[in-house]
C-alpha cells in the first residue's frame, strides 16, 4: 500500500543509520556487519567497531587496519582515519554494501534494513512533508538526488528495494 505523506525525512540523517551497516565480506562475498554501536564522530573507539562475517567467521577490529596519512609536512604527519559516510561503501572499512544495485546507470544503497525501509517510504510517498522544520542540509529529504525522488522512476526504485529485502533475507 502506498503512503500519501512521509513527515521524517528532514529530520533523520543518514549517519542514523551507521551503527550496524550489511557489508559484502572481503573473505567469502557473503553479507557481513560491520557493528559500530556506540559511534559518534571525535569520540570513537575503534576497538568497538568490528567486520563481522557468519559466513566464514571472517573477522576484523578497526583498530587493526592500518591509519590513512591526513597531513604531512617537512615537520610533521598526521595519520587518522577517513570515515565515509555515502556512496556504496561502510563508512568505516570502506566496503562495498550488501544492499545496493546499478539501477539505470545510478547506484542505490542503503546501509541496512532499516535503512532501506526508510528510503522506501520516502520514495513512495506522494507528500513528503517538512512539518514546519527548518531547512536541514543534511537530513536525508535534502540529500536525496533527483533521480531517486522523480516521480517517474519511483516504481523501478522500489521494484529495487523489494529485490534487495530478498537479498538480505535469503542469505
Request: glycine share 6%.
Amino acid at each position: 500500500m502506498t503512503n500519501l505523506r512521509f513527515r521524517d525525512a528532514y529530520q533523520t540523517l543518514t549517519y542514523d543509520f551507521i551503527k550496524d551497516v550489511l557489508v559484502v565480506c572481503p573473505n567469502c562475498e557473503q553479507k557481513a556487519l560491520v557493528k559500530a554501536s556506540d559511534f559518534s564522530f571525535g569520540k570513537t573507539n575503534e576497538n568497538d567497531i568490528r567486520l563481522v562475517c557468519s559466513s566464514c567467521g571472517h573477522s576484523k577490529i578497526l583498530s587493526e587496519m592500518p591509519t590513512s596519512i591526513i597531513y604531512s609536512s617537512d615537520e610533521r604527519i598526521i595519520s587518522g582515519r577517513h570515515y565515509y559516510v555515502g556512496g556504496g561503501i561502510d563508512p568505516f572499512f570502506h566496503l562495498p554494501l550488501w544492499l545496493s544495485e546499478n539501477l539505470n546507470g545510478n547506484l542505490f544503497w542503503a546501509y541496512n534494513i532499516e535503512h532501506i525501509e526508510f528510503l522506501e517510504n520516502h520514495i513512495q510517498a506522494k507528500l513528503r512533508e517538512r512539518n514546519g522544520i527548518e531547512y536541514r542540509n543534511k537530513s536525508i529529504g535534502s540529500r536525496l538526488p533527483k533521480w531517486m525522488t522523480s516521480k517517474k522512476n519511483r516504481e523501478s526504485i522500489l521494484k529495487s528495494i523489494e529485490k534487495l529485502k530478498r537479498k538480505n533475507k535469503c542469505t
